[in-house]
């Protein structure tokens, strides 16, 4: 996820995000109407575009304010890749990487994390549209059905909004905050942005806290990919990569711990696919001078970050910046002039 899953993930609260989308559309009208997004990328020389994704909804399922990991219905990521497919001659990551130089706009898709959707609904679609892809896994979640803290915690939101008293109650005294203070996805999204920047094992001891001692979460469906998905997706022309092997924010990490999470989890997807492995997207999209002189000692040719823009000759290759779709805004049908917007 930009996760920490959602790297530079907006952390607009979404009770904002329509008076937000509609100042957006309007200046994205108001410049498209003036053809000057159009000229930035041949000017800049930054002409390709890689685009990130994460999770795909079912068509017609809602967008869940009490996830922070982006997510888009079918529909729309469909919507996307046609307007991509009009606008771009879309390739693979590492092909967009060796043909940066070249001045023919490039497209590559890419999906983070290595949620179980990216095979049952995106996948059907990448096969029909004949569209090549992308996908950095976290390791340490092949096969998993409990999801990131991100989502634990957004349950707990969720069955306070549903239930109030008791689990409200609950989830305020947890959180330390007020009687007042509203559970709200504005609410939930400020605490995952807190909890962010708390170790490891602090972040753990506040879910516990949080979860109560339940975790309605341990009968969930699996909600990752596991190792036949991945062998399946591969044999389909899909490409993976690593996303580490617990997705922690690597920066955030002593110069060993970076080191195990670059090696195992490359090591574990070289196991699965019988091939080298040598893409990564940093979780969060956070990295540094160190980090990216690990992935290189690592073995990894290619790693993105969520640095929002398009790329060109003169980008490191493995600080490649990216374009994350409007998934905030995308919950029914796609403004075209917002899409343009997003893709300058
Ligand atoms: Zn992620």
């Known amino acids: 996820m930009p996760d920490e899953s959602t790297g530079k993930m907006p952390v607009t609260p979404v009770s904002r995000s329509t008076r937000g989308s509609r100042i957006r559309r309007g200046v994205a009208r108001a410049l498209v109407g003036m053809g000057l997004v159009a000229l930035w990328p041949v000017v800049s020389g930054c002409r390709h575009a890689i685009l990130t994704f994460h999770r795909i909804r ?7 304010p009490f996830d922070s990991c982006p997510s888009l219905d079918c529909h729309a990521f469909r919507a996307i890749l046609e307007h991509a497919q009009g606008r771009f001659v879309i390739v693979p990551l590492a092909e967009l990487v060796q043909r940066r130089s070249q001045s023919a706009p490039l497209a590559a898709i890419t999906f983070d994390d290595g949620w179980r959707d990216n095979y049952d609904l995106a996948l059907p679609v990448l096969r029909e549209m004949r569209l090549p892809a992308t996908v950095f896994v976290t390791t340490g979640k092949i096969g998993a059905s409990e999801p990131f803290w991100q989502q634990v915690l957004g349950g707990r939101f969720r069955e306070a909004a549903r239930d109030g008293g008791p689990a409200a109650g609950r989830l305020r005294e947890a959180l330390g905050l007020a009687e007042s203070t509203a559970l709200d996805p504005r609410c939930y999204r400020a605490t995952v942005a807190a909890w962010k920047q708390l170790s490891h094992d602090e972040r753990d001891e506040r879910l516990r806290r949080v979860a109560g001692g339940g975790s309605p979460e341990a009968a969930a469906p699996r909600c990752f990919l596991d190792e036949e998905e991945i062998r399946e997706m591969a044999r389909c022309g899909i490409t993976f990569g690593s996303h580490t092997q617990s997705h922690t924010i690597l920066t955030r990490q002593p110069p060993e711990a ?6 195992e989890s490359k090591r574990r997807l070289e196991s699965i696919l019988g091939v080298a492995i040598d893409m990564l997207a940093y979780p969060n999209g956070d990295c ?17 970050t ?20 409007p998934w905030e805004t995308a919950g029914g049908s796609l403004d075209p002039s917002l899409l343009r917007w997003v893709m300058r």
């Open 288 to 304: 540094s001078p160190q980090v990216i002189g690990a992935a290189r000692r690592a073995g990894y040719r290619i790693a993105c």
């Open 258 to 263: 970076v080191e195990a999470e670059l090696c």
């Open 306 to 325: 969520t640095c929002r823009g398009r790329t060109g000759p003169g980008d490191d290759p493995l600080g490649l910046p990216r374009i994350e779709p």
């Open 58 to 64: 079912e068509p017609g399922r809602r967008l869940d």
